[in-house]
């Protein structure tokens, strides 16, 4: 059985006004399309967009919300698909008059918590590349106060709104996408001590478990992260794909699998490590040069966390499983 059958997978809504930007995260994040070419996505006029990738670790939904749509129409069963959502993440257009859609958060985040209230709400301040750093630090006060305000008013300060600065123009949406699955990850604290085992008994300095297709991070060990490292992984992700696309395609295959791995040596000493881990996720390492000597280690301490991983996603698995079981009888 594959353990990362769709039980297991964070489901995630994408939701805000036309032309927030959604399709455009979407075929960026998802389908590697360069942030340039989001200016040529045609307008739709479908509401759901469902995202059918199976090459991902994260399944997810767009929603879009023309003033048509309402909660109170009962043929639109947003019920059903609150209660199987585990993040709902709002876009707001920070380039734009953000008011109505203020409005159309606070209806939808207030009419999710109340079919589901363990949704995690994540803002999403969009298109900040146009806006100077002190206008972004402004915007973001700015929406967070009013957007706490209106559940106040509301009574409902109970629910909590996590915001972040997002561009598809930098690695903002990426980090910001990766906080998101993250906190979706019931299984998080073992990945992440697992991580720290791997790399302290390997010389490793720092290491990611990445979704190869979205260039998501599920995990990373314990020591802080720093952008440029990051956007280093990803850049090696999009090489050895591209590569393996390019040169390594025969008949059928896929431009990763099970035999995909890496190396690539910088000029300061530091060696990048790419392996896989399971159909959807890689392992990408830092490593000085003098640790990479000791190669055959790295292999041995992978394996075994391999292995270990393999396991933990099989246990959730299964107790998802047997709660299903549970219940149906
Ligand atoms: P949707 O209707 O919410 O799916 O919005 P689209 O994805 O169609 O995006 C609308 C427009 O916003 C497009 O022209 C995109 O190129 C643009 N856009 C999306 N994301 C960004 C961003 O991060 N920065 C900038 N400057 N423009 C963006």
């Given at each position: ?78 019920e059903?698909?609150f209660r ?27 009419s999710a918590?109340k079919v589901n ?213």
């Open positions: 059985t594959d353990p990362f059958s769709t039980e297991v997978k964070p489901r995630i809504l994408l939701m805000g006004l036309r032309r927030s930007g959604k399709s455009s995260i979407q075929k960026v994040v998802f389908h590697k399309m360069s942030p340039n070419e989001t200016l040529f996505l045609e307008s739709t006029n479908k509401i759901c967009r469902e995202d059918v990738s199976n090459s991902s670790f994260v399944n997810f939904q767009i929603w879009d919300f023309p003033g048509q749509i309402d909660f109170f129409d009962p043929t639109f069963d947003y059903m698909i199987g959502t585990g993040a709902l993440i709002f876009v707001i257009d920070s380039q734009d008059d953000y008011m109505e859609a203020l409005a159309r958060l606070h209806l939808t985040v207030t918590y209230p363990d949704i995690n709400f994540e803002v999403f301040i969009h298109k900040v590349d146009g806006l100077s750093d002190d206008h972004k630090i402004e915007t973001q006060r700015d929406i967070h106060q009013r957007a706490n305000d209106d559940l106040v008013d509301a009574g409902l300060e109970k629910i909590h709104l996590s915001f972040y600065l997002t561009s598809i123009y930098d690695h903002s949406i990426f980090e910001a996408f990766s906080k998101v699955v993250q906190k979706l990850i019931p299984q998080l604290p073992t990945l992440e001590n697992l991580l720290n085992i791997f790399i302290s008994n390997s010389g490793i300095e720092k290491v990611f478990l990445f979704d190869v297709v979205s260039k998501i991070y599920i995990a990373t060990d314990s020591s802080p992260v720093d952008m440029q490292t990051y956007e280093l992984c990803c850049d090696m992700i999009d090489v050895v794909i591209d590569i393996s696309c390019i040169y390594g395609l025969e008949g059928a295959g896929t431009p990763y699998d099970k035999e995909s791995l890496a190396i690539i040596k910088l000029n300061n000493t530091t060696v990048l490590y790419l392996k896989e881990v399971t159909k959807f996720l890689a392992l990408v390492c830092f490593v000085r040069e003098e640790s990479f000597e000791r190669k055959g280690l790295i292999d041995y301490n992978f394996h075994c966390f391999r292995k270990a991983i393999q396991e933990v996603f099989e246990v959730r698995v299964k107790v998802l499983r047997s709660r299903k079981h549970q219940s149906q009888t």
